[in-house]
């Protein structure tokens, strides 16, 4: 699988680009132009009579803008001084590219010289790429198109390439192109390039842009720690570029989502896009209901065991066509093997509605509701013991599917896997809270079963004290065996908040939680350090993943744990630091006390949906903003002792006012 953690990324989903800091793509690894889960370009690089440009440096002014700078050899005076300079600024629409590339003379003397660009394409796939199955493929064959390009593949799609000003001459290969240039002294040349492409009808999932790019402009943070607005700013930067858009018609706008992560999983993911348009619902609450609604619109109706479908559940993600990741992953278009999806449906409609998401919206939704609430009661306890356990029925789907999906996941302290079926601490919590607010769902709209889901919830209760606990906190997971999986891991942290627990029973977790085992100093690792199987650069076994750590907080800020909670808050914004603010999908678990940022896990995206709306997650959770829109109430309590001296939200959307909510040296002020 192609390392990610050096490439600059630049997204306008579905549009993304991935090159090294170069700027220049040559087809190795990931690198290159994709969109709808295709490799557009593989190749845009740029050579001065015959020369590459030494970089030397790159600048992200926002999520879909990258621009590089780099040196000209050769050309100009002959002094130590660099003269020539060339200078390529790159930008995303949601529906393609546009490169200008200037070469800059600050000589004393007129330079000319000759610019080639090479362009190619494999039209690979995103899996095949991920699989490195693409680096077989040959490039496509370009056609000369007035002053450009266009290549097409057998299924339909066709990648265009536009130069302006036309070339003044063909390259030596295929796919080059040509410009005599002369340069004035304290003149510029600027040559553009425009890439875009059509794509042939699906019946699969149609990955689209949104009709509009939120900005989030009146969204601040102010803060006396000023790097907590830089994470925030910046985080919002990146949920606008991962912005996609389903069902989208040409007189609908679709419903908004998140893609979870570019380059491999850009589309709509059940968890992903529910848990990161659930944190951001204080700030955009029409991107919790167009998830909601997307994901509604394709919930199981049958039982498919090689799709993981059944009626009522939720789907884990949706892509256009068959998904082949190697190693004998083979996922179908539309893939349900995901045991959490469902719940994390109903607890997010439960947070919209509690936001103030308007009656008939909600009302709309009560349907799917109803199904979701169905699955749990018929379909995800296939053994009928009490809890949730899954099993990969197809043998090509993924062996573990809570939000740690990966094979070695589930581990017994000696590193010895977990044989399934599985039943995972973290997957009973959500059920509980989805009971719960199922429950007072459907009490609100009148509708039967609200007092099954209420007995539901306090069995699931009794029978998790019973079954969970060993040695002090909850099992990450029951085996196939029914036998509590010991272990600290960060699994147990997501049980806080969701009411499974009794007070004295989160004090025991976020106690744990607190150790330095599990707290890297950049947020929470998955796996305990003093376990066999730990591994910083473990994927779910020892890294740290933003999202993991922010839900905890969440939790342990509603549960009262405000030390432990205010402690990993700081981890992770020391984290954001590391990464320029722009918080990756994971990275190593080594810790704070022997590096001084984190090391990068090399194969993460970066930007990632719920890793970009865990800032504004840990700043609504520590400003304790609890809103009940239909009855009229808003609670706020900030957290005692507040992470920070002074702190302003502003932009906060609740029903249909938007707030400023300010804490400063202990006074409280809502605007």
């Known amino acids: 699988m192609p390392y990610l953690h050096e490439l600059v990324t630049a ?158 001459a063909d390259g030596k290969a295929p796919g080059e192109a040509a410009w005599s240039l002369r340069v004035d002294p304290g003149q510029e040349a600027t ?47 990146d949920v606008a570029g991962l912005t996609l858009a389903a069902d989208r018609g040409p007189d609908d706008a679709g419903e908004r989502y998140l893609g979870a992560g570019p380059p491999w999983y850009l589309t709509l993911f059940g968890r992903d896009s529910l848990i990161s348009s659930a944190m951001l619902i204080p700030v955009d609450p029409g991107l919790a209901a167009g998830t909601l609604r997307a994901l509604a619109r394709r919930q199981g109706t049958k039982v498919d065991p090689g799709a993981a479908e059944q009626p009522g559940k939720i789907p884990h993600e949706l892509r256009a066509e068959v998904a082949d990741h190697g190693s004998g992953l083979v996922l179908p278009a539309a893939y349900y093997g995901t045991h959490d999806a469902t719940q994390l449906w109903i607890t997010t409609l439960h947070k919209a509605w509690r936001w103030g998401m308007p009656r008939d919206e909600v009302q709309e939704l009560l349907p799917a509701l109803q199904g979701a609430l169905g699955w749990i009661k018929d379909y995800a306890d296939p053994d009928g013991d009490g809890f949730l356990e899954y099993i990969d029925e197809s043998g090509h789907g993924l062996a573990n599917q809570g939000w740690k999906d990966s094979v070695d996941s589930v581990q017994w302290p000696d590193g010895t896997l977990a044989t399934a079926p599985i039943a995972l601490c973290e997957v009973q919590g959500y059920a509980y809270a989805a009971a719960i607010a199922g429950a007072e769902l459907l009490t609100a709209f009148d509708l039967d079963g609200a007092d099954y889901w209420l007995d539901w919830a306090a069995a699931m209760k009794e ?112 984290a954001a630091e590391g990464f320029a603010y722009r918080l990756p999908e994971l990275y190593g678990g080594a810790g704070a006390g022997v590096e001084n940022s984190p090391t990068p896990y090399p194969l993460s995206c970066r930007p990632q949906a719920w890793a970009a709306a865990s800032a504004v997650a840990v700043v609504v959770a520590a400003l304790g903003i609890s809103p009940d829109v239909p009855n009229g109430l808003l609670d706020i309590t900030p957290a005692d002792p507040f992470p920070w001296r002074r702190l302003e939200l502003s932009g906060i959307k609740i029903g249909e006012r938007t707030l400023s909510v300010t804490w400063e040296d202990g006074t409280l002020t809502v605007q």
């Open 463 to 574: 029978r998790f004290r019973a079954t969970f606990w060993v040695d002090g906190y909850p099992a990450i997971a029951l085996d196939g065996d029914k036998r509590p999986v010991a272990g600290p891991a960060s699994n147990m942290s997501h049980l806080l908040g969701t009411g499974l627990l009794d007070p004295d029973e989160e004090a025991k977790v976020a106690a744990l939680l607190a150790d330095e085992h599990l707290d890297s100093g950049f947020g929470m690792r998955t796996l305990s350090s003093a376990t066999t199987g730990f591994n910083p650069l473990g994927y779910h076994t020892g890294s740290v993943w933003p999202h993991d750590t922010a839900m905890a907080v969440q939790g342990m800020y509603a549960a009262g744990q405000v030390a432990t909670a205010t402690k990993y808050a700081q981890g992770l914004l020391n």
């Open 191 to 237: 040559i553009s390039i425009t890439i875009g492409a059509t794509f042939p009808a699906t019946e699969g999932f149609s990955i689209e842009p949104p009709a509009d790019r939120l900005t989030y402009a009146d969204v601040t943070v102010d803060c006396d720690d000023a790097r907590l607005a830089r994470w925030v700013r910046r985080s919002l930067d």
């Open 11 to 168: 997204i306008a989903a579905p549009w993304v680009v991935l090159s090294p800091r170069s700027g220049q793509l040559t087809g190795s690894g990931a690198e290159g132009v994709y969109a709808r889960d295709r490799r557009i370009l593989s190749r845009l690089s740029i050579t001065v009579d015959g020369r590459e440009p030494v970089p030397i440096h790159v600048d992200e002014p926002s999520a879909w803008t990258s621009s590089y700078a780099a040196v000209v050899g050769g050309l100009g005076g002959s002094g130590h001084d660099p003269t020539v300079t060339l200078h390529r600024i790159r930008e995303l629409d949601g529906s393609g590219l546009r490169e200008r590339i200037t070469l800059v003379n600050r000589s004393q003397t007129t330079v000319e010289g000759t610019l080639v660009v090479a362009l190619g394409t494999d039209l690979a796939g995103t899996a095949a790429v991920r699989s490195e199955a693409a680096e077989e493929l040959p490039d496509l064959e370009p056609t000369r198109d007035g002053s450009g390009f266009h290549w097409n593949d057998s299924a339909g799609t066709r990648v265009s390439a536009v130069f302006d000003p036309a070339p003044t």
